[in-house]
Structure formats: C-alpha cells, structure tokens
C-alpha cells in the first residue's frame, strides 16, 4: 500500500507543468527569448552616444596623422610633387611671413613647378645629380623670392586699397593668347599651359597675371620718384628729337638704354617687343610699364621685318619697392619656413 502511494506522488510531481504561457506573459516570454538570440547576434552592444565618440576620435586621430603628414613633406622633405602641391592649394598653409602676411605655400610650388617643367622641356636632363640639384636649388630660390616680393605687394595693396579686378585679368590673358599675327584658341591655349608650365587655366592666372598685376600697380603707386623722373626723361627726348642715347647720357645711371637688336615678335621681354610691334619706324612710344613691375620703358623702333622687329628703350627703374623690401628684410621681418639655399647662378656643368 505504501508503494503504491509513493508511485502516485512521483507520478503527480511529473505531471506540474513548468509556467504556463497565457495572454498575458506570451509578450515577456518573446522578449526573453529575443533577448537571448541577440546575445548571438551582438555581442557587444554600443551606445549612439558612445559609436558618436568613437567616431570623433577615429576621425580626430586620422586628421592628426595627416596633418602631420603633410607638415613632414612640406617643412622637412619640401615635396614638391603634384599630389603635394594639390593638397598646399586647399590647406591653409605657408611658406613664409612677411612682416605679418603669410606667404602661401601654394604659390610658392606653383612658381617653382611652372619654372623648372619650361626649363626641364628647353634643356632636358643634366649631366648629373648635382647638376640637377643644383638646378633645382636655383629655381627654388628664385621663386621663394619671387613669392616674398608677390606677398609683400599683397600687404601693401591692401594698405593702399589697390586690387587687380576680373576684367583687368581677362584682357591680359586675351593678350597672352595672341601670337604674331593670329589668336590661340582659348581651349588650345589652356593645352599649352597644362603641357608647358604643368598648370590650370585658373592657377595660370594667379600666377602670371594677377599676381603681377597687383605688384605691378603697387610698385608703380609708391614709387614717386620714378613718376616724376619718367616725365623728366619724356621732355628730354622731345627736346632731343628722340635722340635715346643722348638722351640717356644726359640722366646719368638714374635711367638706362638699350638695343638689343632684331627679336622674335614672340620675344618674352615684359611687353616691350609687342609694343615697339605696334610703332612705325622712328616712333616712340609712351612710357608704360613693364609686366616685370620692375620700371617704366619708353621703346623707339628702329626696324621691321615680318616676324622681327629692332628697337632701343629707355628704362626708368622703380626703387622704392625694393628699397622697402631690403628694409624689413634687413629688420628681421621676413621669415622663410623653409631651408632654400641661396644658389645666385645656374651654369650645367656637362663638358
């Protein structure tokens, strides 16, 4: 009898079913089950808030790493590359500080790349890698300088509210298009520019007009003394009859002559063959000023063939300019950001 007992009490223990799922724990049972699947599918759970951080760590580090990257190739390789010189064209970066106005970077790659692509096209390799150092070097310091005078004529032009406009820019590229006796178009000009100086249409225009422009008008808005001595030299040449080298004689070392003989009407000479292209023989022109900024010409032209012309000039330095550059630089207000080594002349060594 007491078996028999036993055998039911076992038999109703097994039958007590666990929790019974119902209306209302059907929903809490299919979250715990879900909740259970998730730890195999996610292992690890993030926060929007924590993956926010991380991702603005990820990308703070990143940015870091790159800017020290490019600090690297700029400052202490001086890369002078076109993926380099892409990224100096965005990135807020000098080269030089001239007595508070920074020197782009950008500008200073596109002076030396654009100088040393004509050289290497019109003189091909060297002889060495000295040599082609050396060459390099020179073209460095060239447009380091270059740059400095162009960011030094920046700070004045603002001073003395001087800008270059649009229209001013535009005419002087037409002029750059025209050849001796026809128009380049603009897209085949674009052509040459890419192949010859390794530039854009837009970088072009900075650097060989606008750029010039605005040293140009500055160094033409300061220089007084040149002004007046220009007109002195203009009543002079009258009172001559348009004798030049009397005329020169008579200013001394304050002016100086020249005649260099028969030139291509494509000679690159600050503007000076293609204006003397435009007199009659005998003429002289008025005074203008050079695309160099570096004075005012007076051209007399002497003759004329069909793709050559003669002519003598008279040039009426600027020196103030110069003489205020030569000031802060002697003051100590000019910093280079980069070792460029003074290399005053270029000779290829080659035998």
Known sequence: MKNIIKLKKKQNVALVPADRITNTTVE????EILEKGRK??????????KLVINAIVISTI?????AIALWYQLYK???TGI????VSLFAPVSVADIDGEKALYGDYLAQYRSNISVTEKQEGPLASEEDEKRRSDYYKRQSMDNIIANTFAIKLAKEYSISVSDEEIEEVFNEHRKTSNSEISESAFNKIIEDNYGLSPREYRRMFIELPLLRKKVTAH??????QLQSEVVAKLKANDNDFAKTADQFGGRVEMSAPGFVKLTNI????TQIAATLSKGQVSKPFISRASDGYYIVKLLDKKDDEVSYAYIKIPFTEFNK???SIKSEGKIKEYISVPEVSQFEDTAP
């Open 83 to 86: 993926f380099i010189y892409r």
């Open 77 to 79: 390789v001086q890369n």
């Open 324 to 326: 205020h550059l030569e």
């Open 62 to 66: 990143a940015a870091a790493i790159g």
């Open 28 to 31: 809490a049972r299919r979250q």
């Open 222 to 227: 300061i220089d007084g003394n040149a002004k």
């Open 269 to 272: 000479d600050g503007g000076r």
């Open 40 to 49: 195999f599918k996610y292992p690890v759970q993030y926060s929007k808030h």
